[in-house]
């Protein structure tokens, strides 16, 4: 196991040096000169001047990179056009406010999904099955945005039992972090798009469990067990361990996606986070707020994969024990 | 006492071509602690009789006749639950491919100890134990239970399997081919062991295989299918050395010895039938030298020859002399019937 | 020269075996007859619509026939700018299919290759191409896209580009898997010792046996881009002179005619559906055929 960390972790390094290195390049080749990535015309001489030093863009290209790669250990994005503020502080709300929402829909959905796969899986045939396997086809085949704007007009406009919108009502102070994010109103407004999220997000771990647990089915592992006389609980039990095997690598897969629906997300329902924000910056030309964006949510994308490698390693005693 | 009494037990799988009758009026007894050993080319259906036995068929398999008598109870009869009961702590099956027959995500004691669990026999502190003691009894060393199954050898997984399967000590133990996929030392460790274990439990053996040495050793008593019938049971000693049905007796051409005499193996022509739709009358008669017309319309019932000794065929009164005939070559590549 | 005739025959044996599975399975079927009505549509679209999907149509009083209801005239009812649904959900069908079979094209050309060789010669080939998967799989799409079209501009070809560059990522992991396992298959061995090259063993030898999956991952794929073009017309990031099914739903969103104009919503988005399900469930119809574990037992 730890060989098996070990080699897991120094490949993240590189996905992450690399993706990093492709944003730089990517960013350095928007409109307009490298300078005005991330310095503002509106700022006076001084302030140029101390931001021309610390991104080191009157030095040549690679020495640009290197200042570029220090930076980014130490969180330094640079400076937001728009906010005035470095980047970080900018974007560190946004970022929460997207994890609350996409990580709850995340983690409710998974486990809806696989419990609902393993039952289908389980019990083969009969109307059920039919209906479990074309309602999941049906939502994996809905694009989130399309289906937040039908919850919207549905929930929102029509029945008027949740807001339109944004997180909360404008105009709110909390008391306090708890407050802020434990509140009936928070929760009120949470409500839609959390259940945007799980809709969508439920049909991908259903259909893998259950062609993972019809695959487990027919193994003679559970034959020997069933004929020495443990019960069909039991039986579930172990199918389904075995079965998550294969769903805990594909939820991986389905980490990356999360980044792109939320996006899509945030924008029907004015849900105040990192997606949004980036496509605001875009639209602002705010660049260093656009990059920052996406260098976090690269990030976080190849930090949850290792983090799931990790876990699929922990569970497969195949790997564990190696 | 007769433990078991399968009377006329007929299983069918309904396949897309049609209903496969596996098993069509299988009839016979055994004794407490008695060795029963049933052989027969693959298909013939002996291994359907050991799911059938624990009733662990598949979905599109189903019980169309018959009674299976385990201590006077009807198995048939039984509602699942009681069947899971008796699974394991009364009659038990030791499957055909150890391999795979342990859960690779769970600990080889775990397993064990569940097995036992499922018939809440012992208290928990007792299992562990028990299940260190039922290593013992297998060859296996006690710090390996918290092993998982990657880590046992094939042999070491097979014994594992029987630790497991004699764990409740059930009164019937089925071994379902039991030593295919091994090489030969350890074919002969690890039956020397299943041997040991049941003489020690006092329990009944049914084995089922197509390897006729593993039933010469083992059991007293040998039954032989074709085609999903039963044609010959008796004592052992007796249907190996002196058959009394001619498939029996194409059978016995197919081992040599190490001191016989040098001869050709001969094998039997044709090929086992199509269960869909068997042939009529007597179901070996296309492959049978001594088949007549009698043998094409009227089906042999398994009557008694002799004392404990069973044959399904019409000229069973002549089996001396066709044992003679059977031994030659010339009788078996041209004597047939189109 | 024969051995790529036999490979050849052997694909077209595949496809008209996966017809008649096809023929079979009556979901299948349906998802067949409903995709190829769908490319019908995007061929014919601007022909057969009954008004020209971007102009204004006016009232018998002058005024523009905003946000109507559905009704005789209009099936499907009009914009907030007076254009029909019904004949924008029609074309829309064309910029679809179109991303959607070109995107899935590549992407199935591209992540087999790269399975291909990266499970073949294994070792460094392997672990390089396995980062750059990896790579692939670090970024997340939807920004990724949002970034390049505006670097490059919005078009067509750019949403090509941007679904293309990144969604090989599944289908060259899977492939790579299969040929992992099929590299030490005897088949493989007894072409070597005859003397095959690398070239011959990879593409004559081993690529028919991938077909299957690489055909599967086209269904996938062509679902995939049809969601991503949707997805990014909706954000105002698609080709502002062709009508698409995610940009319809742009405006709808934009002008905030989704409070009562339902009838704008819900067509294009029930074809992004219908069209997206079809790819899903004949591709699952192959799915069968690739593993037989799923079969009934």
Redesign the interface.
């Known amino acids: 196991m730890r060989k098996y960390a070990f080699r897991r972790f120094y490949q993240t390094i590189i996905v992450l040096w690399v993706v990093m290195t492709i944003l730089f390049v990517l960013f350095r080749m928007m409109p307009g000169d490298p300078t005005s990535m991330l310095v503002d015309e509106s700022l006076d001489e001084i302030a140029r001047k101390k931001l021309l030093v610390e991104w080191g863009l009157d030095a040549p290209l690679y020495q640009q990179y290197l200042i570029f790669l220090k930076n980014l250990v130490f969180f330094n994005f640079g400076v937001s056009f728009f906010y005035r503020i470095p980047v970080w502080e900018a974007l560190y709300s946004p970022l929460f406010n997207s994890i609350v929402l996409m990580g709850t829909g995340l983690f409710i959905a998974i486990g809806l999904g696989i419990v609902s796969g393993a039952y289908l899986g389980w019990k083969r045939g009969g109307k059920m099955e039919r209906f479990g396997l074309i309602f999941s086809l049906m939502l994996r085949s809905t694009p989130i945005f399309w289906l937040g704007i039908i919850i919207l007009m549905v929930f929102s406009y029509w029945l008027a039992l949740f807001p339109t919108g944004r997180m909360r009502v404008t105009g709110y102070i909390a008391a306090n972090l708890f407050e802020t994010y434990f509140s009936m109103d928070f929760l009120w407004h949470m409500a839609l798009p959390l259940l945007t999220a799980i809709l969508h997000f439920l049909s991908d771990p259903l259909l893998v469990m259950r062609t993972s647990m019809l695959e487990v089915r027919g193994e003679e592992f559970l034959e020997f067990l069933e004929s020495i006389g443990v019960p069909e609980r039991s039986l579930i039990r172990h199918s389904m361990k075995n079965a998550l095997l294969p769903v805990v690598t594909f939820i991986a897969l389905s980490v990356g996606f999360v980044f792109g629906g939320q996006v899509l997300l945030e924008v029907v329902f004015a849900w105040p986070g990192m997606g949004r924000e980036m496509l605001l910056a875009i639209e602002r030309r705010d660049y260093p707020i656009a990059q920052g964006s996406f260098i976090i949510m690269s990030s976080m994308v190849i930090l949850m994969n290792l983090v799931v490698d990790l876990l699929y390693g922990y569970l497969d005693p195949r790997i564990k024990y190696e | 006492m007769t433990i078991l009494d399968v009377r006329d037990l007929c299983v069918y799988y309904q396949t897309r071509q049609g209903k496969v009758k596996a098993i069509d009026g299988i009839s016979f007894a055994i004794e407490q602690g008695e060795s029963l050993g049933l052989v027969g080319e693959s298909g013939c259906g002996k291994t359907t009789v050991g799911k059938a036995l624990l009733r662990l068929l598949a979905d599109n398999a189903s019980i169309e006749k018959g009674e299976v008598l385990f201590k006077g109870r009807d198995l048939v009869r039984l509602s699942p639950g009681e069947m899971r009961s008796i699974r394991g702590k009364e009659i038990a099956m030791i499957p055909q491919s150890a391999m795979n027959a342990l859960d690779p995500v769970y600990r080889i004691g775990d397993v064990i100890r569940e097995g036992i669990d499922s018939h809440r026999e012992i208290a928990a502190e007792a299992n562990r134990e028990r299940v260190v003691e039922l290593f013992a009894s297998v060859g296996l060393e006690a710090g390996r239970i918290d092993d998982y199954p990657h880590m046992f050898s094939g042999g070491m997984r097979q014994r594992a399997v029987i630790a497991a399967v004699f764990a409740l000590r059930p009164s019937l133990i089925i071994a379902d081919e039991p030593t295919t996929a091994l090489d030969v030392i350890v074919q002969d460790q690890v039956l020397r062991q299943l041997a040991d274990l049941v003489r020690q439990t006092g329990a009944t053996l049914i084995a089922i295989t197509h390897d006729i040495g593993i039933v010469a050793e083992n059991c007293r008593k040998t039954g032989v299918m074709y085609a999903g019938k039963l044609v010959e049971l008796g004592p052992t000693n007796k249907v190996l050395l002196e058959p009394s049905h001619p498939y029996t007796m194409g059978l016995q051409n197919g081992l040599l010895g190490v001191r016989d005499e040098r001869r050709e193996i001969i094998s039997i022509p044709g090929v086992p039938p199509n269960l869909i739709n068997p042939p009529s009358g007597c179901r070996f008669h296309p492959r049978c030298p001594f088949a007549a017309e009698r043998c094409i319309s009227e089906e042999p019932a398994l009557e008694e020859i002799a004392p404990g000794r069973r044959c399904a065929c019409h000229f069973s009164p002549n089996a001396s002399t066709m044992r003679l005939e059977a031994k030659k070559t010339s009788v078996w590549t041209e004597g047939c019937l189109p | 020269m024969n051995k790529i005739r036999s490979s050849f025959r052997s694909v077209i044996q595949f496809l008209l075996g996966g017809i008649r599975i096809l023929r079979e399975d009556r979901v299948g079927m349906v998802s067949a007859v409903v995709l190829t009505f769908f490319i019908f549509l995007a061929v014919a679209g601007p022909s057969i619509a009954p008004y020209p999907p971007s102009e204004t149509i006016y009232l018998e009083n002058g005024m523009q026939a905003r946000l109507l209801p559905p009704s005789l005239k209009h099936p499907f009812g009009t914009t907030n700018m007076g254009q029909d649904v019904f004949s924008q959900t029609i074309v829309g069908a064309r910029i679809a299919v179109f991303i959607g079979l070109i995107s899935a094209l590549f992407i199935v050309l591209i992540g087999t290759n790269v399975g291909l060789i990266a499970g073949y010669f294994g070792k460094s080939v392997d672990d390089i191409l396995m980062?750059i998967t990896?790579?692939a799989?670090?970024?997340?799409?939807?920004?990724?896209a949002?970034?390049?079209v505006?670097?490059m501009g919005v078009g067509t070809l750019n949403i090509i580009l941007a679904i293309t560059t990144l969604m090989w990522r599944?289908t060259a992991r899977v492939i790579r898997s299969q040929v992992l396992s099929l590299r030490e298959r005897p088949f493989v061995w007894a072409a070597k010792v005859a003397g095959a090259g690398h070239f011959r063993l990879l593409y004559i030898h081993i690529a028919p046996n991938v077909l299957p999956l690489s055909l599967l991952y086209m269904a996938f794929g062509v679902?995939w881009g049809i969601?991503a073009e949707?997805?990014l017309g909706?954000?105002g990031l698609g080709d502002p002179e062709k009508i698409s099914w995610?940009q319809m739903?742009y405006f709808?969103?934009r002008s905030g005619a989704?409070?009562?104009a339902?009838w704008w919503?819900?067509p294009?988005?029930l074809s992004?559906?219908?069209v997206?399900?079809s790819c899903?469930?004949v591709g699952r119809t192959f799915e069968v055929v690739t593993n037989p574990?799923?079969q009934?037992?």
């Open positions: 980062r990896d790579v799989y670090g970024i997340p799409f939807i920004p990724f949002i970034v390049l505006t670097l599944t679902a969601m949707a997805s909706f954000l995610g739903l709808a969103f989704i409070r009562t339902w919503v819900v294009p988005g992004i559906i219908l997206v399900a899903y469930l574990k799923l009934r037992r």
